[in-house]
């Protein structure tokens, strides 16, 4: 099992663009949040799916939606890109009130 | 709202010294902490967490609720101990959202 895994790697956009990012999660695992992560700073919560619906949702505007698909996967997309969504946008998956929570590698957006 | 503060972004210390990394929460109910660790070039992992009090790689965290605190401590500070430290809080029956602190960056010199 590769555990969570994350695509792409990294990711340049301008402001103004759309991105998609991607996510599987660990094997088992039916439950995917996502975290931003700005430079120098903890993750903050975005969201989190459950059974393909948003259970859950942090401090961030409708910009930021996402989707979990029928096999858990999950995207996260970001729309009208600011300067200030430069971060590093973590993955981490779970069971609903599973122990902890298993994180991906991340993904590195950098807005221009 | 709650609220997870890691005072210090950096501690640096010797090896074979002892390590406290200070966490603080607000939160008024009953939370679970958790400790996550990154090292360098790896992804974030769960550490410990209050529930289980257990040592893992010679680190322990006790819940103060009356001091809303979450310190992890280790006796002797190794040199592969050197990575960002997080305190996270969890709400109960909240499902499975983190709130994070800041972080602390550990160093441990030779």
């Known amino acids: 099992d590769a555990g969570v895994t994350q695509s792409p790697t990294h990711l340049i956009k301008t402001r103004g663009q759309q991105v998609t990012l991607r996510c599987s999660p660990k094997?088992?695992?039916?439950?995917v949040s996502w975290y931003q992560q700005a430079l120098g700073q903890g993750p903050q919560f975005i969201f989190q799916?459950?059974?393909?619906?948003?259970?859950q949702r942090g401090n961030f505007p409708d910009r930021f939606s996402g989707h979990q698909f029928p096999n858990y996967s999950s995207e996260l997309n970001v729309n009208a890109l600011l300067l200030g969504d430069s971060a590093l946008y973590l993955c981490?998956?779970?069971?609903?009130?599973?122990?902890?929570?298993?994180f991906g590698p991340g993904t590195r957006l950098t807005v221009l | 709202a709650q609220r997870v503060t890691q005072p210090e972004k950096l501690l640096s210390v010797f090896k074979g010294a002892p390590v406290e990394l200070k966490c603080n929460y607000s939160y008024s109910g009953s939370p679970e902490l958790f400790w996550y660790v990154q090292y360098s070039r790896q992804r974030l992992q769960l550490l410990l967490r209050?529930?289980s009090r257990e040592s893992i790689k010679g680190f322990t965290a006790d819940l103060n609720k009356g001091e809303t605190s979450f310190h992890l401590k280790k006796p002797f500070a190794q040199e592969e101990d050197s990575a960002m430290y997080y305190c996270a809080l969890r709400i109960n029956n909240a499902g499975n959202m983190l709130t994070f602190g800041g972080g602390t960056r550990l160093m441990v010199k030779p």
């Open positions: 799916y459950y059974e393909e619906e948003e259970r």
């Open positions: 981490a998956s779970s069971l609903l009130l599973g122990p902890g929570q298993y």
């Open positions: 094997s088992g695992h039916d439950t």
């Open positions: 209050h529930i």
